[in-house]
């Protein structure tokens, strides 16, 4: 898996009070989940609090449990990652979503960001890698890199012109200063923060600011969010 883009945020309440990160685990398969259980109960900064085998149970584990973050899979028998992850997303104050996917043949990634999702782990990632995607998104960064921002990019269809979505998306934008929205079509084209600097000529730190302020006039939960809405609006 590629280095991460990072994208602006508060962090969690474990990163806040210098606790464990709690995790709750949702896949269908035992072994997955016993798998994963064994790979982050052994770093001393996580916590796995909890299990569900399906996305009928989230709701009930997230309200037991109260995770930080939930490690999601897409498939499931009854009620999938993704209408699991909007309705959790939907909650107030919910926990960040990591997607569980194969992503070659799952299109529902792209439906899972949009609904809020923190990003996505391939099932085969080293486990030394999911722990840091799992660090990394309890602090409040998305754990999607440049690159795999751009090939989710190419999997997206541009609305039409009379498409509901590219008018949303163009109302959005409307809204935002000539600055930010430059920064804004910078993060849809795929650019990382060091990129966007050198194109626009400002600091990295400035552009850090102007996606947390992206982030928060939009209405977004992370920076892959900024890059579907720019291509939503036809402006990549």
Request: aromatic content about 2%; proline content about 6%; some cysteine.
């Amino acid at each position: 898996m590629t280095g991460p883009t990072s994208a602006a945020g508060t962090g969690s309440p474990a990163a806040d009070a210098g606790r464990p990160v709690r995790i709750l685990i949702v896949d269908d398969d035992a072994l997955v989940r016993a798998g994963l259980s064994m790979i982050l109960g052994g770093a001393p900064d996580l916590h796995v609090v909890g299990e569900a085998a399906d996305g009928s149970e989230v709701a009930g584990a997230v309200a037991a449990c109260r995770p930080d973050v939930v490690l999601m899979d897409i498939r499931m028998p009854r009620v999938d990652g993704l209408a699991a992850t909007e309705a959790l997303r939907a909650s107030p104050r919910p926990p960040e979503v990591l997607v569980l996917t194969t992503f070659d043949a799952d299109e529902y990634v792209l439906r899972a960001l949009r609904a809020g999702a923190s990003g996505f782990l391939l099932k085969d990632t080293p486990p030394a890698e999911i722990v840091r995607a799992v660090r990394r998104v309890a602090a409040g960064e998305a754990t999607l890199s440049p690159t795999v921002v751009r090939t989710l990019i190419e999997h997206v269809t541009v609305p039409t012109v009379a498409d509901p979505r590219r008018e949303r998306a163009l109302g959005l934008l409307a809204g935002l200063a000539e600055r930010e929205r430059a920064v804004a079509v910078a993060v849809g084209r795929g650019r990382t923060n060091a990129e966007i600097a050198g194109e626009l000529f400002m600091s990295v730190a400035t552009v850090k600011a102007y996606v947390s302020r992206l982030l928060t006039r939009l209405g977004l939960n992370n920076r892959v969010q900024i890059a579907l809405l720019v291509h939503d609006a036809g402006l990549v």
